[in-house]
C-alpha cells in the first residue's frame, strides 16, 4: 500500500518493497510521482533523493500532463470505443496500402490503449499493436508508425540498418517522429 508524503511541497506515492534500489515514475496520465523504495531506506535519504532528481521531476511532469491536456481521454467507455473503431478504420485501409508499397507484411495488428508508445511490434510473430492514442493524430502520423512498426518485422532494433530502412520507405520520417514528441 502507498503513502502519501510531501518533499518540499511536491506530492509524492511512496511504496516500501523488498527491492535493491530506490525508483521513480511519472505516471501518466496525471503526471503522479512514485517512488518504491527498499523496505529499511531512511526517510532522509528518499528525501535526498528526491531533491536530488527534482529538476528531472519538474521536466518530465510537465511533459506529461501537456501531453495529456493534449491529448484528453476520452470522457467515457462509449467515447473510448468510439474512437477505436475510427481508427480501426483507418488502420484497415492504411495499413494494407503501406504492405503492398513497403514489401513489408505483419501477421496482424491490435488496437490497444497505450498511454507511453504509439505502437509496438513482437518481432517473433511479427504482430503490431497501434495505440488508441493515434486517433486524433494526422494520416501521416499514423503511417509513421505503421512504418516503423512494420520495419521492426525485419530489424529487432533501432540501430543503423533500421534508419537506413526508414530513410529508404519514408524520407522525412524524423520530422513525423518529431512531431509525435509532441
Keep these: 500500500m502507498a503513502e502519501i508524503i510531501s518533499i518540499d511541497g511536491l506530492r509524492?506515492?511512496?511504496?516500501?518493497?523488498?527491492?535493491?534500489?530506490?525508483?521513480?515514475?511519472?505516471?501518466?496520465?496525471?503526471?503522479?510521482?512514485?517512488?518504491?523504495?527498499?523496505y529499511l531506506t531512511p526517510d532522509f535519504e528518499i528525501v535526498r533523493f528526491v531533491r536530488s532528481k527534482r529538476s528531472w521531476i519538474d521536466r518530465n511532469v510537465a511533459r506529461v500532463r501537456a501531453r495529456a491536456a493534449a491529448h484528453p481521454e476520452p470522457q467515457n467507455n462509449a467515447e473510448k470505443e468510439r474512437l477505436r473503431a475510427a481508427l480501426k478504420a483507418r488502420i484497415a485501409v492504411r495499413l494494407?496500402?503501406?504492405?503492398?508499397?513497403?514489401?513489408?507484411?505483419?501477421?496482424?495488428?491490435?488496437?490497444?490503449?497505450?498511454?507511453?508508445?504509439w505502437g509496438s511490434c513482437n518481432t517473433r510473430t511479427n504482430h503490431i499493436n497501434l495505440s488508441l492514442m493515434l486517433a486524433d493524430r494526422s494520416d501521416a502520423e499514423l503511417d509513421y508508425v505503421i512504418v516503423h512498426e512494420l520495419v521492426h518485422t525485419r530489424v529487432a532494433n533501432h540501430g543503423p540498418e533500421f534508419q537506413a530502412y526508414m530513410d529508404a520507405l519514408m524520407p522525412g520520417w524524423k520530422n513525423l517522429r518529431k512531431s509525435l514528441k509532441y
Aim: hydrophobic share 35%; aromatic share 2%.
Design 96 to 117: 494494407p496500402a503501406i504492405e503492398q508499397q513497403t514489401g513489408l507484411h505483419c501477421s496482424g495488428w491490435t488496437v490497444r490503449d497505450m498511454h507511453t508508445r
Design 12 to 38: 509524492i506515492e511512496l511504496s516500501r518493497k523488498k527491492i535493491k534500489r530506490m525508483n521513480m515514475r511519472i505516471k501518466e496520465p496525471d503526471g503522479r510521482v512514485v517512488i518504491s523504495a527498499p
